[in-house]
């Protein structure tokens, strides 16, 4: 028995030196390189860090297809994700997210083909899960045991979900306004968790604060160089899911841009390795006008975004007022060909209405303002009818406010013209 766990171990070693493809990591700003194997929080420069890959070796030795034979979700992209040892991933099942197709609004704005990726599927209701899920696999990989963040919410859900699975201890902060449906799901799934009578960037700054006395990692927004990974899988998983045919346009709804960040990343290594051929998708950063930081740099021609000041929407997982990746999230909308857009409340409010109503998928106020966006890009021109968009719904829209819903009826005395009149 002795003999055949040895076996199965140096088997497991093996596939894992196989399986591990990163070659360096290095500042996204500066490029310069970094070692991997450790801990990393900012770049020397005070950037955020990318993790590099040996593609060619990717490309040589990992067949697209066969991958496809695995089980679907975001482990199935292992070669092109930072995890060395398998025993260090850390899950909860992450579904494959399906593209839902918006018929209604296809018929009635005459697009050719509009669809959803519903990322509301995932563990905790939100794409949040992707990224943490990377980040606290590769701090159990690097044996770090106590980790901390600022949240606006869904965020903080993930990183207390999957820090509970991975035994470790979380502590969160969370300004005075969260909803309180977040702040219990944190405490329900063992987070340490705290309002904070401030802005997201006071919680921040407990975070940095207490550091050295309370012995924490910071796994805020691009301040590790995990997270960026996880969310990059949902551009491998887009690209598998329409067999390697990438769509045209692509609306994220962005606060600290860890997705469109990590899908630009995706589609560039895709292409690299092989994976993927033409042109990529352009990619739209989707904004409320009350927090448009990264619209208004855009528009500027400017690289770096100014801090927004008194942002607000009912968009609460885009009220993200300044962006440490900014000039990611900038060049990679630019190097795409896309645009960055700025949508109001009222918009957003009317597609979070009308989405569930005509097309029966329900969807968060985020996921609502990239559909808001995207009918005025059409209506605009920006964006033609023929080209496949997709749009990202980020979180579940059971999670948020819902318009009330107050009609009665009385059993004894049914009033059956109200009911035709509904
Ligand atoms: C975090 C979040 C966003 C913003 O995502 P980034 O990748 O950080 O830009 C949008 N919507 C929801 C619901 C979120 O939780």
Same mark, same amino acid.
């Given at each position: 028995?002795?003999?055949?766990?040895?076996?199965?171990?140096?088997?497991?070693?093996?596939?894992?030196?196989?399986?591990?493809?990163?070659?360096?990591?290095?500042?996204?700003? !500066? *490029?310069?390189?970094?070692?991997?194997?450790?801990?990393? $929080?900012? =770049?020397? &420069?005070?950037?955020?860090? /990318?993790? +590099?890959?040996?593609?060619?070796?990717?490309?040589?030795?990992?067949?697209?297809?066969?991958?496809?034979?695995?089980?679907?979700?975001?482990?199935?992209?292992?070669?092109?994700?930072?995890?060395?040892?398998?025993?260090?991933?850390?899950?909860?099942?992450?579904?494959?997210?399906?593209?839902?197709?918006?018929?209604?609004?296809?018929?009635?704005?005459?697009?050719?083909?509009?669809?959803?990726?519903?990322?509301?599927?995932?563990? !905790? *209701?939100?794409?949040?899960?992707?990224?943490?899920?990377? $980040?606290? =696999?590769? &701090?159990?990989?690097?044996? /770090?045991? +106590?980790?901390?963040?600022?949240?606006?919410?869904?965020?903080?859900?993930?990183?207390?979900?999957?820090?509970?699975?991975?035994?470790?201890?979380?502590?969160?902060?969370?300004?005075?306004?969260?909803?309180?449906?977040?702040?219990?799901?944190?405490?329900?799934?063992?987070?340490?968790?705290?309002?904070?009578?401030?802005?997201?960037?006071?919680?921040?700054?407990?975070?940095?604060?207490?550091?050295?006395?309370?012995?924490?990692?910071?796994?805020?927004?691009?301040?590790?160089?995990?997270?960026?990974?996880?969310?990059?899988?949902?551009?491998?998983? /887009?690209?598998?899911?329409?067999?390697?045919?990438?769509?045209?346009?692509?609306?994220?709804?962005?606060?600290?841009?860890?997705?469109?960040?990590?899908?630009?990343?995706?589609?560039?290594?895709?292409?690299?390795?092989?994976?993927?051929?033409?042109?990529?998708?352009?990619?739209?950063?989707?904004?409320?006008?009350?927090?448009?930081?990264?619209?208004?740099?855009?528009?500027?021609?400017?690289?770096?975004?100014?801090?927004?000041?008194?942002?607000?929407?009912?968009?609460?997982?885009?009220?993200?007022?300044?962006?440490?990746?900014?000039?990611?999230?900038?060049?990679?909308?630019?190097?795409?060909?896309?645009?960055?857009?700025?949508?109001?409340?009222?918009?957003?409010?009317?597609?979070?209405?009308?989405?569930?109503?005509?097309?029966?998928?329900?969807?968060?106020?985020?996921?609502?303002?990239?559909?808001?966006?995207?009918?005025?890009?059409?209506?605009?021109?920006?964006?033609?009818?023929?080209?496949?968009?997709?749009?990202?719904?980020?979180?579940?829209?059971?999670?948020?406010?819902?318009?009330?819903?107050?009609?009665?009826?009385?059993?004894?005395?049914?009033?059956?013209?109200?009911?035709?009149?509904?």
């Amino acid at each position: 028995m002795c003999h055949r766990s040895t076996a199965i171990h140096r088997y497991i070693q093996t596939k894992v030196t196989m399986n591990n493809y990163v070659s360096h990591l290095e500042c996204g700003f !500066t *490029g310069e390189r970094l070692t991997p194997n450790r801990v990393h $929080a900012l =770049s020397p &420069a005070g950037k955020p860090i /990318l993790v +590099r890959y040996d593609l060619d070796r990717v490309s040589a030795e990992v067949d697209r297809d066969a991958m496809q034979l695995r089980p679907s979700g975001m482990w199935r992209y292992r070669e092109v994700l930072p995890v060395r040892e398998d025993a260090n991933v850390v899950s909860l099942n992450e579904t494959e997210t399906p593209l839902v197709r918006l018929h209604a609004l296809e018929s009635r704005s005459g697009a050719r083909r509009v669809d959803v990726k519903d990322e509301g599927r995932l563990p !905790t *209701g939100s794409f949040k899960a992707r990224g943490l899920g990377m $980040a606290v =696999s590769m &701090a159990k990989e690097l044996g /770090l045991r +106590r980790l901390a963040m600022p949240t606006n919410g869904n965020a903080g859900s993930a990183l207390a979900a999957y820090g509970s699975r991975a035994g470790m201890e979380t502590y969160i902060f969370c300004p005075a306004d969260t909803p309180e449906v977040n702040v219990r799901e944190i405490a329900l799934q063992g987070g340490k968790v705290w309002r904070v009578n401030g802005l997201i960037n006071d919680c921040g700054k407990i975070v940095g604060a207490g550091k050295d006395r309370m012995g924490w990692f910071d796994v805020s927004t691009l301040k590790e160089p995990y997270r960026i990974e996880g969310k990059k899988t949902m551009g491998l998983e /887009l690209a598998d899911q329409l067999d390697w045919r990438l769509p045209d346009v692509i609306f994220y709804p962005t606060g600290g841009g860890t997705g469109l960040i990590g899908m630009w990343k995706a589609f560039k290594e895709m292409r690299a390795i092989g994976w993927i051929e033409g042109a990529l998708p352009r990619m739209v950063a989707v904004q409320a006008s009350g927090c448009a930081p990264i619209v208004k740099a855009f528009e500027e021609g400017l690289r770096h975004a100014d801090l927004w000041e008194g942002a607000h929407t009912i968009a609460s997982g885009i009220r993200v007022p300044v962006a440490i990746g900014d000039f990611l999230i900038l060049d990679a909308v630019r190097e795409s060909g896309g645009f960055a857009i700025a949508v109001d409340d009222e918009d957003i409010a009317a597609a979070h209405e009308r989405t569930p109503k005509e097309d029966g998928l329900l969807v968060c106020p985020e996921g609502a303002a990239t559909i808001a966006a995207y009918e005025a890009a059409l209506a605009s021109g920006r964006v033609d009818p023929g080209e496949h968009a997709v749009l990202f719904n980020c979180g579940n829209g059971l999670k948020y406010p819902m318009p009330p819903s107050t009609a009665e009826i009385d059993h004894t005395a049914i009033d059956w013209d109200s009911i035709e009149r509904a």
